[in-house]
C-alpha cells in the first residue's frame, strides 16, 4: 500500500482566454511543478486555484479526468492534456466531489474570491476538510498604508497601499488586490473570462511579487 500522500490541481492562468483550467496531479508540492510549468509556453505563471491532497492522488485525477469526459467530453481542450474549457468554480466543485470517495482527502483553496464564497467547509459524512488558508495582508508582509506597489506586467501601473490588509487605490477606487488585478487586466483588454485573480501573484513591492515575498517569510 503506498502512504505517500499527492496532490490533484487545478491550476488557472491568466493568459487563458476562455474558462481553461488544467486539472494535473504531481507527487511534490503543487507550486513547485506550477514553477516547473512557467515557461516560454505561456506568456504568465500559472496560479494555484485549490488542490486535494490524499494517498489516492493517482486514481482521484483518473476519476476527475474520466468524470469530465463522460459528462461533457467536449470540454477537453485536446485529447490526452490535462487541459479543460470550464470554469474554475466548477472544477473545484467536481475536485470536491471527488474528495468524498477518500477517508485521506484534504481541499485546500488558494483563491482569494473562492475563500471569500466558500470560507472553511467540512463534509460530516467523510470528515474531509476544505482548509482556509490565511488571506494574504498587507500587514502581514510589514507593508505600510501609503506603499505603492506595481503591476505584474507593467511596472508603469501602480496602486497604493490603503489599510492594514489587502485594499488599494487605482483610479481614485478602493478595491481588494484580486478585485484590482481584475480591474487593470480589463482596462488593457486582458482579461480572462473567469474573471478570477490571485491578487499576490499580480502585484510586486520592489522586484518581488506578493506571493513569493510572503512564501520567503513563510507567512
Known amino acids: 500500500m503506498n502512504d505517500t500522500q499527492g496532490y490533484v490541481y487545478i491550476l488557472t492562468n491568466p493568459s487563458f ?25 505561456v506568456p504568465l505563471p500559472f496560479s494555484i486555484y485549490a488542490t486535494l491532497k490524499t494517498t489516492k492522488f493517482d486514481a482521484a485525477e483518473r476519476f476527475i479526468h474520466k ?3 463522460m459528462v461533457a467530453p467536449d470540454i477537453r481542450i485536446r485529447k490526452g492534456r490535462e487541459f479543460f474549457n ?15 470517495q477518500y477517508d485521506d482527502a484534504e481541499v485546500e483553496i488558494f483563491d482569494e474570491e473562492l475563500l471569500d464564497i466558500i470560507g472553511t467547509h467540512s463534509n460530516s459524512a467523510s470528515q474531509n476538510q476544505v482548509e482556509r488558508s490565511k488571506r494574504l495582508t498587507f500587514e502581514m508582509l510589514g507593508i505600510s498604508v501609503g506603499e505603492k506597489l506595481t503591476f505584474y506586467s507593467d511596472s508603469n501601473i501602480s496602486v497604493i497601499v490603503v489599510d492594514k490588509n489587502s485594499t488599494v487605490r487605482v483610479d481614485d477606487l478602493e478595491l481588494s488586490l484580486s478585485a484590482a488585478a481584475r480591474y487593470i487586466n480589463e482596462k488593457l483588454g486582458t482579461a480572462n473570462q473567469s474573471g478570477a485573480y490571485q491578487g499576490g501573484l499580480w502585484f510586486k513591492y520592489g522586484d518581488e511579487t506578493l506571493t513569493a515575498m510572503r512564501k520567503r517569510l513563510g507567512r
Open 67 to 69: 468524470m469530465i469526459d
Open 17 to 41: 482566454v476562455e474558462d481553461w483550467v488544467k486539472i494535473g496531479k504531481s507527487s511534490r508540492p503543487v507550486n513547485v511543478r506550477s514553477k516547473e510549468l512557467d515557461n516560454t509556453a
Open 86 to 100: 470550464i470554469s474554475p468554480r466548477k472544477a473545484y466543485d467536481i475536485l470536491v466531489l471527488c474528495s468524498e
